[in-house]
């Protein structure tokens, strides 16, 4: 199973920003739990939102509800959405999916940035 993260850059602060991580080799809705994790430089790895198979969704509180996960089972894909990006949201963000007596899945990690 891979895990792919795409759609990263640039951005401004205030702006919006849709990432996608495929899933290769594995049913994305039979996956357990899918999330996004972030590292910013310096910090630990936080869980930003998660959602399980049942879709019972989390998120942390650090995101105030600006960001959005969903599973696109046509595309086989999670996506990420974040509205309202601030400087802080700067990180590397990393994809990971579970399936049913299997390790954790992760991606290579993309790369988000925020100008102010």
């Known amino acids: 199973v891979q895990l792919v993260e795409s759609g990263g850059g640039l951005v401004q602060a205030g702006g919006s920003l849709t990432m996608s991580c495929a899933v290769v080799?594995?049913?994305?809705?039979?996956?357990?739990?899918v999330a996004w994790y972030r590292q910013a430089p310096g910090k630990q790895r936080e869980m930003v939102a998660s959602v399980t198979r049942g879709a019972r969704l989390d998120s942390a509180d650090s995101v105030n509800g600006r960001f959005t996960i969903s599973r696109d089972v046509a595309q086989n894909a999670v996506l990420l959405q974040i509205d309202s990006l601030r400087p802080e949201d700067t990180a590397v963000y990393y994809c990971t999916a579970v399936w049913s007596g299997e390790h954790p899945y992760w991606g290579q990690g993309t790369q988000v940035t925020v100008s102010s």
């Open positions: 080799g594995a049913r994305i809705n039979s996956a357990v739990v």
